[in-house]
């Protein structure tokens, strides 16, 4: 539990505190205000769908407070793996944002599937892994739920739920506050918020926030220019009865990071053949983006034997032009028997983005459009029994048109996506005897998901791709053509036929060479549905040994649908399913002085979903970014977070988590093209049949037995606070450190891809006001400028594209309230 605030000492409050106010949550019921008390304060919030004390919550959950938020410069969600240790996430291309939650995640980054961590923004579940920017201002709290959300929250998720909660308008209080900054890079921020009461059963909250920020790069990517607003009205037209609408918007301009080339791995060869892989470092800065003149000048010299030639390069721009916006209504009703609560909602997304990475440039244009409505009960039975009952339903549509350029292919891919889901969930808490609760919830989901679309690969050859080696010195890369009739017009001015039939496997008599180029045509065209129905379902058990320490157990189902990929003989894929197993306890100790809460657990994740580069089983293959259910995990580990209120100015913690993972089962093909594949897993040579009875030559590779992706065993968070009395000011000193041990973000295991372990520290400080009314806090992040390795791709040249956290970053922000 991160909880960074307290009620009874006014210096623990960190000046970025100043951004929000502290309204309490108003989902279902709405509790009285916590009395004033001594020691380390409560956080309420609402991971049950109820409003209560995180303390009294029997679910292993992650509090991040706005000062925290502010503090890190958590601008898009990516940014929270900042914070919390559970968490890793990190951006996919353009505005996606892959997470993993203890090892358990999904890196698809396109519109086919569903994530594996549901994020909700405002009580409404985004579908899109694309639309989680634009959201962190003006928040009251933010929470990582860690394990399976299968009764209450969204859609089903395997990993876990982030739910995003703005500050909500307040009834008769004229209130505001504002925060700009000023950081290297020219990082400019700004957020304020302005509470208007009307009347008095009305207020009106609005609030916005801008980011920009220049290059991360040399390239010139990765730089931001985004910016968004909230409006909100309230009214409480009678003592039972209150409504809230509210309406968003966010534009994300800027670029992604292109990424920077690791290293370059090259096949060696011994008197026998094949000797195996070298890696060689390229030595480049982290910041040396793949557009830079270095970074090109060696991409140019590597020799691309499909082509027959060197003289690659990445001239791709890559850039974010996409807007967001969304309304919800959210209605609670309270009558002696229960509350009722209706929260509807629409969301859209328009958006056009490029990034680089292993291509020379990937694009999409897409069209989201979501409608969601969720109903709920919450009642009791006397003092014993505590209900809810409820019903969401979610209609999802996706239209979009993409191209991957990478050098030596590329698909032009226009499809469309539907998705219907319905569910019904409920819990129900029984007291039998003072101090024991009993916890019983469930859900039944329907998931009805269409998918249609065409994608044609254009794959280049110079001549036969089978040694001995043909060269095409002159031969045109696939160009940077924004439509399919470009690229044909383009290779016939050069005279370059374009065909569905390999011409290397056809003899001269039928049109076939074993030397002139051609491009390959290979055309995906997939009409295919999904029904996935699951009940998932969750049981716990909490012992109260005292008003402030209790003992929890639970055990709990998660479910994450299938999906859809571009591969013929591949089109779906299954649901994978998740068991958790949690045993904890949540501790107050020495009137509220110091709060120890402790976590075990044990996940047991059937089915898993894995995305790769591979041959689909057409006839012939296609080289595609597919998806399918690999295999089977144990994870299981220890949370710890410890709290001390070390004098009344001195607030120290500590979060804590060791995490031991395997995969009892991780199996996956890779094309078979001549030369083995590029792993520490073993491998075999075998084939796979097509549909059409043609065989394909793969190689079968079995990772069985290692450590899960993004799961670090050792993950912790030290920090300190530090407040100093000045008489009618004070000087709040804030620093900590986070650290990450060493882990995998791919499947081949290389050692040279390993994510290594790392320190990342930061410290502020901050003068002002007794009441908080103005203050000026000057900052740094990540003292050591360690850019830890995120993930890394070896593209068709040999060089491995890689990505890596932010940098040092340093500066000041002044702001006030009133």
Known sequence: MRMLVRYSVSGAAMASALLCSPALAQSGETPEEPTPQSGIGDIIVTAQRVAENSQDTPLPIDVIQPEELVQQN?????????????????????????????????????????????????????????????????????????????????RNATAGAINVIPNRPRLGETSGNFTLGYGNYDWLTGQAALNVPVGDHVAVRAAGSVARRNAF????????????????????????????????????????????????????????????????????????GLLDPASNALLAQRFIPQLGRAGAVVDGQPFNNNDYWGITAELNYNTEAGTLTVQPAYREASLEYAFNGVFRQGYTQEEDRQTSMEVRWAGDLGDSVDYLIGGMYFDESISANARYNQQTLSPYQDFSSQTESWAGFGKVTVRPVEGLSLTAAGRYTSDKKDFAGTSNVYILFCGNPAPPQDFCPNLPFVPLASTEEELQAFYAANGIPITPVPLFVLPPFAGGSQTAPFVLRSPIVIDSGLDNNKFTYRLAAQYDLSRRNM??????????????????????????????????????????????????????????????????????????????NIGNSTIK?????????????????????????????????????????NTSCPFAPTTQTTPGGSTINVFRIDCSGNTAFNSPKWSFNLNGQQTIPLGDHKAVVQGGTRYRSSSFSTADYLPYLRSEA????????????????????????????NQRLITGTTNSAGLISASAEQPRTYGIRVGGKF
């Open 758 to 785: 790392a320190f990342v520290s930061y410290a502020s400080l901050t003068l002002a006001k007794e009441d908080d009314s103005l203050f000026v806090t000057f900052y740094v992040n990540n003292i050591e400028d």
């Open 217 to 288: 790069q040399s390239d010139g990517t990765g730089n931001q220019k985004e910016y968004g607003g909230r409006l909100q009205v309230y009214g409480e037209p009678t003592a039972d009865l209150d409504l809230r609408v509210a309406f968003d918007f966010a534009h994300q301009g800027g670029a992604g990071s292109s990424g920077f080339y690791l290293g370059a791995v090259n096949p060696t060869f011994g008197p026998t053949g094949f000797a195996g892989y070298d890696f060689v470092p390229t030595g480049f800065p982290v910041d040396q």
């Open 637 to 677: 580990g220890v949370d710890l977070d410890v709290e001390l209120l070390a004098t009344e100015n001195t607030l120290l913690s500590a979060n804590i988590q060791y995490l031991d993972t395997e995969y009892d089962s991780f199996v996956y093909f890779a094309p078979n093209q001549g030369l083995p594949p």
């Open 74 to 154: 958590v601008l898009r969600a990516e940014d929270l793996s900042r914070i919390s240790p559970s968490l890793s996430a990190a951006s996919g291309g353009g505005p996606t944002t892959v997470f993993f939650v203890r090892g358990v995640g999904n890196s698809t980054v396109n519109a086919y599937s569903d994530p594996a961590i549901s994020f909700n923004y405002d009580g409404v579940y985004l579908g899109r892994p694309t639309s989680t920017s634009g959201v962190f201002y003006d928040l009251e709290r933010v929470e990582v739920l860690k394990g399976p959300q299968g009764t209450l929250y969204g």
């Open 551 to 628: 003992v929890y157990a639970s055990f709990e189902t998660g479910y994450h649908a299938g999906g859809f990929s571009f591969a013929r003989g591949a089109e779906t894929y299954e649901p994978e399913t998740i068991k958790a197993y949690t045993i904890g306890s949540k501790n107050r100790f020495f009137d509220n002085i110091l709060q120890v809460n402790v976590e075990a657990f044990l996940w047991k994740y059937k089915n898993q979903q894995f995305s790769q580069f591979g041959y689909d089983l057409g006839d012939p293959p296609s080289t595609v970014f597919l998806t399918r």
